[in-house]
C-alpha cells in the first residue's frame, strides 16, 4: 500500500500543476468542472487536493490572481474600468464588494496613490530602533521598523504617496496609542495595561491571511522554518509562498514572521533587518525564560 501511496502523489503533483498554470495563463478557465477535466481528478478530490498543496481553493487561488493582475494594472495608472476587466472580472460592482479587503480602498483611489484616504500615523523610540505605526479610519494599516523617521515616513508615502498623511504627536491617537501599548508591553518594554486592539485595514489574499494568523500562534521566542509552518498549514510544497507572504507583511511586530528561520537553522533576512531580528528574538527568549 505504501509503495502504491509513492507512485500516486507525482500523478497527483503533476496534475495539481497542470491546474496551476491553467488557473495562470490569461485565458485559461476557473471553473471547477473544467479544471476537473485538465487534472483528470474528480471536482471534490480537485478541491481537497488543491487546498492541500497551495492553502486556498482554486477559486480562490484564481481571484487573488485577478486581483494582483489588477493592482499592477492600476500602479501602472490604467483607467479603473479597463483594468477590472482586463483583469478577468466580468463585473466591476464584485470587485468594489471586495476591494477595501484586498486594496485596502476602492480601485480608483488605489490607482491614485491612495488618493481620498486618510492615513494618521506617529512615531515612537524603541530599543529595535523608530517604530512608526499608521491607521485609516478602518483599521491599522502599517506598522514599521526603521533607524529613523525620515525613512519611515518616506516608506509610508511611497506606499499611499497620495494619500492624506497626517502626523499625530501630541496626545497622539487612541488606536495608535493602542498599536504601540501592545508592542511595548509584549516585549516587555512596558509593563502597563493593553488597550484592545483596533480592527486591522490590511490588503491581503486568502492565504496570506492565513499565513499571518499561523505567525501569531508561534510561541514567543520560538521559531519555525518556512517548510515547518507550511507542514503546519496543512500545505508542505509551499514553503516559497509562505516566504512571500512573509516579505509582503506590513504590520511588524504584530505579524511576527520574524519567527520564521530558514530551513538549515539560520535566521535568514528579515524586512527590516537582521541585526534587529537577532535582537527581537533574544529579547523575546530572555522573556520566555524568566517567566518559565
Known amino acids: 500500500m505504501k509503495t502504491q501511496v509513492q507512485l500516486m502523489r507525482p500523478a497527483t503533483d503533476d496534475a495539481l500543476e497542470r491546474v496551476r498554470a491553467a488557473l495562470d495563463s490569461e485565458d485559461g478557465a476557473s471553473d471547477l468542472a473544467t479544471l476537473a477535466a485538465v487534472a483528470g481528478l474528480s471536482p471534490t478530490h480537485l478541491q481537497r487536493a488543491f487546498r492541500r498543496r497551495y492553502g486556498v481553493s482554486p477559486a480562490e487561488y484564481a481571484r487573488a490572481r485577478r486581483f494582483g493582475q489588477l493592482r499592477e494594472a492600476l500602479r501602472d495608472g490604467a483607467p479603473v474600468t479597463d483594468a477590472v476587466y ?65 525613512a519611515l515616513e518616506t516608506r509610508l508615502a511611497d506606499e499611499f504617496p497620495l494619500a492624506g498623511r497626517e502626523r499625530v504627536d501630541e496626545g497622539r491617537d487612541e488606536w495608535l496609542d493602542a498599536v504601540i501599548a501592545r508592542v511595548t508591553r509584549d516585549l516587555g518594554w512596558d509593563d502597563g495595561d493593553t488597550p484592545a486592539m483596533p480592527p486591522v485595514d490590511v490588503a491581503a489574499t486568502a492565504f496570506q491571511w492565513r499565513v499571518w494568523d499561523a505567525l501569531t500562534r508561534i ?31 506590513k504590520l511588524a511586530l504584530l505579524v ?21 531580528k537577532q535582537q527581537l528574538l533574544a529579547t523575546e527568549r530572555a522573556m520566555s525564560a524568566a517567566q518559565g
Open 86 to 150: 482586463e483583469a478577468g472580472f466580468g463585473s466591476g460592482s464584485r470587485v468594489y464588494e471586495e476591494s477595501d479587503r484586498r486594496l485596502g480602498m476602492t480601485p480608483a483611489s488605489y490607482r491614485a496613490g491612495g488618493a481620498g484616504a486618510s492615513i494618521r500615523y506617529t512615531t515612537t523610540g524603541t530599543p529595535l530602533g523608530r517604530l512608526l505605526v499608521a491607521t485609516t479610519a478602518k483599521g491599522i494599516c502599517s506598522v514599521t521598523l526603521g533607524d529613523d523617521d525620515t
Open 256 to 276: 511576527p514572521c520574524h519567527r520564521i528561520i530558514r530551513e538549515d537553522g539560520s535566521l535568514g533576512g528579515w524586512r527590516w533587518g537582521l541585526e534587529i
Open 219 to 249: 510561541p514567543r521566542g520560538e521559531t519555525l522554518s518556512y517548510g515547518e509552518l507550511a507542514a503546519k498549514l496543512g500545505v508542505p510544497k509551499a514553503a516559497r509562498a509562505i516566504g512571500r507572504a512573509c516579505g509582503s507583511n
